[in-house]
């Protein structure tokens, strides 16, 4: 069963427009949650990374936000581009193996014009 | 500077037959990864190198599966007598110091598409 559930699995917005993704993990012990966007054809490309003592994380248009007690995390996009649409991926790893990640399926987000 | 890179991008084999799929990492990153990513699935963790430690193999779906790392930069992950269950997309990552808290970014390869027909 997989630890790390995303939803929604995939969504169309407007250029200009913002979006929320979210993830759900059950991992544990838990040391730090990445959210990675992955382009179709290429691998995958860190956005944030979080410890459990932090609750929100910006890059750029890109802003993450995890509640540690309730396990759950989100990634906001604000006023998306065209290059936004890729697949957004929550990856969470153990406090013992931080090398071994646990990852979501990941929600695809399609910009359009 | 180079990234992580991966050969060849796309393979088609027959069933039964044995392929294999190269990753070069990034220069000086001494943990190497191999992961799988199936249709609508999340990525899989494979296999994991680290300097001249034994590779953590834990992820291995089967002994069709095997992986090695020679001279601790270029990988090979081998598949014998593939199986139509084995397309997806086998993905390589690298980071430089993975026992950090957090650990270090995983940097990503652009995967290599088996298609087993």
């Known amino acids: 069963k997989n630890q790390v559930e995303q939803s929604p699995q995939s969504l169309i917005i407007l250029e200009g427009k913002n979006c929320t993704l979210q993830c759900n993990y059950t991992v544990s012990p838990f040391s730090n949650l990445r959210w990675y966007k992955q382009d179709t054809g290429r691998g995958p490309v860190s956005l944030t990374i979080?410890?459990?003592?932090?609750n929100t994380k910006s890059n750029g248009r890109y802003t993450a936000t995890l509640d540690a007690d309730t396990k759950q995390s989100s990634l906001h996009i604000t006023a998306s581009q065209l290059s936004d649409s890729a697949s957004y991926i929550c990856v969470v790893s153990l406090r013992s193996e931080g090398y071994k990640l646990s990852f979501g399926a990941g929600t695809t987000v399609t910009v359009r014009a | 500077g180079a990234g992580v890179s991966q050969s060849p991008s796309n393979k088609v084999t027959e069933k039964g037959k044995d392929v294999e799929l190269r990753c070069d990492p990034i220069?000086?990153?001494?943990?190497l990864y191999w992961y799988r990513q199936s249709l609508g699935q999340g990525l899989e963790f494979l296999i994991y190198?680290?300097?001249?430690?034994?590779?953590?193999k834990s992820g291995l779906p089967s002994d069709r599966f095997s992986a090695e790392r020679t001279g601790g930069s270029v990988s090979t992950l081998t598949i014998q007598r593939t199986q139509q269950e084995d397309s997806a997309v086998y993905l390589c990552?690298?980071?430089?110091?993975?026992?950090?808290?957090?650990?270090?970014?995983?940097?990503f390869g652009p995967g290599t598409r088996l298609t087993v027909l």
């Open positions: 990552a690298s980071s430089l110091r993975p026992d950090s808290h957090p650990p270090d970014t995983q940097y």
């Open positions: 190198f680290q300097g001249n430690s034994a590779p953590d």
């Open positions: 979080m410890t459990f003592s932090e």
């Open positions: 220069s000086g990153h001494t943990a």
